[in-house]
């Protein structure tokens, strides 16, 4: 006798079908998608001429600004990234190991903190120039030449020296996994290293070049204050204006369209660039080369540019932010501090956990579904939030939310005559969507990749012994994904911690990120007095670099 | 005997593409059914309709009797009572042994549910590793586990999807006994799917050898290795020399009834190789000779056809020798 019920005629037959799991994935996915839409929507809407305007004045600036600051950026990490990259993956030097991770360190300093402790020590009232003109003797600024940091291109080397790090990590990796034999062959056939790296190697990482570039590119047109801390304008600070200097949301909609079509050109170009790195990678005959070993001025040189290059990118900004942190501990740790750190602190969960579970609905759903391309669409659309500038995302978020805020008031006036008022563009409400909106990407394609590694078997199995899909989720799915889903929300965490622009725009009247914190203490001139909450911010940003390294290192086997 | 299984005519096309079209089989409790056949012929396909993972377009399929399966619809897997073997073993890698027997039991309180463990650790000779981990265990043992998984809540059918194809040969045809005779013990009927035949032969009382989404032949292994129905049988059961008829001496035609037929076959352990007479009728020359244990084979040819020939004489025999060959008529394969 079976010690489950045999199967009986009683029980009924179930065809293929959307499930509830399914229908309720989809929806979620609507409503995450909906600021796009209303954008794209909002930005076909009248704007009092205020658009036309921009366009007879300042348009053009802005946008060759931005061009030029991309273009610039680009370029500088580059230059930085793809050397550092090569020697770190070909060669062997003294201090090999600690600059593997230390060249990586930058990629945790906020830009506008880096430029806010450059200016003060390279402009004309900085100790550098001081120091200048007490050597030399020099009098005013007729006496002597001396770059402004204050420009597009002080903003360029600043966004370059914490942006490197993509190019490096990228290409480092691209350079650890290339075939050695390739490399090998070419020197046997009578290459020197530097032609072999010409013929053999840049031509195969060409991809990965771009791929890394487009990421510096999107990074760079969705920094805000850098550039808005430098006066220098360009489309997001225009976004940023349009709004609260008119209160256009449907010029700041145009502008932010505009934008948009630039980030999907740098997106579609990563995705296709990595879609051909696919083609070129081989998982199979693949042998690690000896290193080119680096002695005498070689090495010297060698280390001496990194050391310059940590130096600039992380020693020299978090050095100073320490020293603002022990010279100004009485004023910068109070009682603001630790409101708006726990403050952030809550909304950053609240914001993970938001995340965890949109990412665990889209997924659970598409594999009960069994993975179609068709059940695989609310999570694809869940990851197109990532590509929103901050600014952008902001302006996205407003535009239904105003909306809903609009028709509820107007209705409840009516039948109460009660007005909620601001109720989501006001409260926590909007900051929190807009960052599930941003950074559901990240739990979203981690958990994919989790139930990537769990075996279908592992279903059936459960399914064949009697058990249904959510029990199954329960007992096996849910603790095999336990570790993704830990590591996962706690990047988006970290990154709602960090993130400035839309925060800016989107903070309700009288709550401050730690980030929002530091930055109007930034623009006031007085980050001194906000340096512990600026280190907190770096310290935070120092985790992800964690597994970053070690998921590059397991990569080098 | 009452039938576990029915299968009646299940057809299963995804769009254009046809992967069954009209299976049957029926198969008896205790009964150990092979689907055989290359990849890509539909076997795992029929394993996953009769498990409920996969729904058939037409036909039936019945388990006790119910009909479980039917145009499109189907009881979904965990309303069927049935166990499965997986290729990879599928065993819930973050739970012990112990709770990975047990996961399907339901509805006993904790000393059965003991008991009920106990009996399976020894069946599957495991006891003393129940607080261990999957990975804890060797490859046999984890197979094992899950033979022991799948029998836990005395399932109406087993199935067994390739189960043997990432064991190790040296190990693997004891594994195949052992595993046989815990079902034989168990008494349930199993179906089990392969693309080995010597694994059809170690383990199944009936074999469905199957070809394009068809059972070209359901017989016992014997059967089907020494009467096969078709050309494509015998070719998949073993190595096969197939003549025609015409070119062979007038004598052996009377044997063949050369009127329903224009081919014949032998099997390689059929034919026999002499030393070269005046009097030979069938000559054959030697291309090949190759030592493999316990005999040896080799390739002679006759008439431009390359003959396979195990012998276990093979010293007497060396390339380019002309040899008389003599066929075994009585165990000749006929087909039309």
């Known amino acids: 006798m079976s010690y489950i019920s045999k199967v009986s005629n009683l029980i009924s037959f179930s065809s293929f079908r959307i499930s509830p799991v399914m229908l309720l994935s989809g929806l979620v996915a609507f409503v995450l998608i909906l600021p796009v839409v209303f954008l794209t929507i909002a930005s076909f809407q ?70 806010y402790v450059f200016t003060d020590l390279f402009d004309y009232a900085g ?60 020197r046997i056939m009578g290459d020197s290293a530097w032609r072999s790296f010409f013929r053999i190697s840049l031509p195969q990482t060409r991809g990965v070049i771009v791929a890394a570039l487009s990421l510096v590119a999107m990074e760079t047109m969705a920094d805000f204050a850098t550039v808005h801390y430098f006066a220098v304008n360009t489309l997001t600070t225009a976004i940023y204006d349009t709004w609260l200097g008119y209160y256009s949301l449907s010029a700041a909609a145009k502008l932010s369209v505009m934008m948009l079509a630039f980030v999907f050109i740098f997106l579609a170009l990563e995705k296709y660039q990595r879609k051909r790195i696919k083609n070129y990678s081989r998982s199979d005959s693949f042998t690690q080369g000896e290193p080119y070993p680096l002695t005498g001025l070689t090495a010297l040189l060698v280390v001496a540019g990194m050391s310059f290059i940590f130096f600039m990118g992380f020693v020299l900004p978090f050095g100073i932010l320490i020293q603002y942190g022990i010279d100004y501990f009485d004023v910068a740790w109070n009682d603001d501090f630790i409101k708006f750190a726990w403050q952030s602190l809550l909304m950053a969960s609240s914001v993970a956990v938001g995340c965890l579970l949109v990412a665990l609905l889209c997924n659970i759903a598409n594999r009960q579904q069994h993975e179609t391309p068709f059940s695989a669409l609310p999570g694809h659309a869940m990851s197109l939030g990532y590509a929103l500038p901050g600014t952008v995302l902001a302006i996205a978020v407003l535009i239904p939310l105003t909306q809903i805020e609009l028709v509820a008031n107007e209705y409840l006036d009516n039948w109460f005559a009660w007005q909620p008022g601001l109720f989501l563009s006001g409260t926590l409400t909007a900051i929190i969507f807009a960052y599930i909106v941003r950074f559901s990407a990240i739990t979203v394609g981690a958990i994919r990749e989790g139930y990537a590694s769990i075996s279908p078997n592992l279903d059936n199995a459960s399914l064949t012994m009697g058990r249904s899909f959510l029990f199954t989720v329960k007992r096996i ?41 530091v930055y109007q203490y930034v623009s006031d001139e007085q980050l001194e007095h906000a340096s512990i909450a600026a280190i907190a911010i770096v310290l935070v940003g120092l985790i992800p670099l964690i597994f970053v390294n070690r998921f590059a290192s397991q990569s080098q086997r | 005997m009452t039938s576990i299984v029915s299968v009646k005519n299940i057809h299963l096309h995804y769009g254009q593409q046809k992967v069954l079209s009209g299976v049957d089989f029926t198969l008896n409790k205790g009964e150990i059914l092979c689907l055989l056949g290359p990849s890509g012929c539909g076997k795992t396909t029929i394993l996953k309709s009769v498990a409920g993972l996969l729904p ?103 199935l067994l999807d390739e189960p043997f194809s990432n064991i190790d040969t040296k190990v693997k045809f004891e594994l195949i006994d ?54 494509f049988v015998a070719n998949f059961m073993g190595a096969l020399n197939s003549f025609k008829l015409a070119t062979l001496p007038d004598y052996l035609h009377a044997k063949f009834n050369c009127e329903a037929h224009d081919m014949v076959s032998f099997r390689p352990e059929h034919i026999k190789l002499s030393p070269m007479t005046e009097s030979a009728v069938i000559k054959a020359q030697i291309l090949k000779k190759r030592f493999v244990g316990s005999h040896y084979q080799i390739t002679v040819k006759h008439n431009d056809t390359a003959l396979l020939v195990l012998t276990d004489k093979g010293e007497h025999y060396e390339p380019l020798q002309w040899v008389n060959i003599n066929l075994q008529s009585e165990k000749a394969i006929l087909f039309n």
């Open chain 1, 477 to 517: 799915h849910l603790p095999l994904l336990f570790k993704v889903m830990l590591t996962s929300s706690l990047l988006v965490f970290i990154e709602a911690m960090k993130e400035l622009p839309a925060a800016l725009l989107l903070r309700p009247f009288g709550f401050e990120t730690l980030a929002t914190y």
């Open chain 2, 178 to 231: 052992q595993v046989r005779d815990i079902i034989k013990q168990e008494n349930v009927a199993a179906i089990f799917v392969s693309h080995s035949k010597e694994e059809a032969y170690a383990f199944a009382d009936k074999v469905a050898l199957l070809n394009q989404g068809k059972v070209e032949q359901l017989d016992a292994p014997d059967v089907l290795y020494k009467q096969p129905k078709s050309l």
């Open chain 2, 56 to 158: 058939i377009s037409a036909g039936t399929i019945e388990i006790n009797n119910k009909v479980v399966s039917r145009d499109n619809e189907m009881i979904p897997a965990e309303k069927r009572n049935l166990g499965m073997l997986f290729q990879d073993y599928a065993l819930f890698p973050h739970l012990t042994v112990t709770d990975n027997i047990t996961y399907g039991l339901r509805g006993l309180n904790k000393n059965e549910k003991q008991q009920r463990l106990t009996e399976l650790l020894t069946l599957v000779h495991l006891d003393g590793n129940q607080h261990k981990y999957p990975h804890q265990l060797s490859g046999g043992q984890q197979q094992r586990v899950a033979l022991a998984r799948a029998l836990a809540y005395k399932p109406d059918l087993l």
């Open chain 1, 46 to 115: 009248p704007d009092d001429d205020i658009f036309s305007h921009l366009i007879d004045t300042v348009l053009s600036d802005y946008v060759i600004n931005t061009l030029l600051l991309v273009f610039g950026v680009c370029s500088l990490s580059l230059l930085i990234g793809l050397p550092l990259a090569w020697v770190m993956a070909m060669c062997s030097f003294p201090g090999k190991r600690f600059f593997s991770w230390a060249l990586i360190l930058p990629l945790a300093m906020p830009a506008y903190v880096v430029a």
């Open chain 1, 127 to 186: 100790s550098v120039q001081i120091t200048l003109r007490a050597w030399f003797n020099w009098q005013s600024v007729a006496d002597y030449w001396f770059f402004d940091i204050r420009t597009l291109g002080g903003a360029t080397i600043i966004l370059s020296l914490v942006l490197y790090p993509y190019v490096y990590l990228l290409l480092r990796s691209a350079f650890i996994n290339q075939c050695a034999v390739q490399v090998q062959a070419s």
